[in-house]
């Protein structure tokens, strides 16, 4: 059984707007390209969408999702208004840089957690 800890919030474990905001458009983008994100990626954009709060796993996972895909940043198409790839959409499935760092932040404070125990 895994048990999430208590020193985060529901409010704080909550997608704050921005990160919604960021989900919703990753959706549009794919709709309108046809590209960009995996199923899990698109079940991520649904779930924060829905304001769904996030376990310690997710936190994790968001976390060492967006480090694995940073890189993603320098690719060609980046951002471009009319051909937006793939990583950009996707980036934005999973939060865009509003997700990046409200998990980064959850995740540092589940470390310091980790640390007093």
């Known amino acids: ?20 905001e960021a989900a919703k458009y990753g959706l549009e983008l794919r709709r309108q390209y ?4 995996t199923e899990v990626g698109l079940e991520r ?10 376990s310690d796993r997710d936190i994790k996972v968001m976390n060492a999702w967006f480090a694995r895909h940073a ?7 980046w951002g471009h208004p009319t051909k937006p790839s793939a990583g950009y959409i ?6 865009g840089d509003a997700g990046q760092e409200w998990a980064k932040r959850l995740r540092e404070r589940l470390k310091a957690v980790d640390l007093r125990h």
């Open 1 to 20: 059984m895994f048990i999430d800890h208590p020193s985060i919030t529901d409010e704080e474990r909550t997608p704050p707007d921005a990160v919604v």
């Open 34 to 37: 046809g590209r960009g994100g």
């Open 45 to 54: 954009a649904r779930r924060l969408i829905a304001g769904e709060i996030v």
């Open 71 to 77: 890189v993603d940043k320098r690719g060609k198409f």
């Open 90 to 95: 996707a980036w934005h499935l999973w939060g």
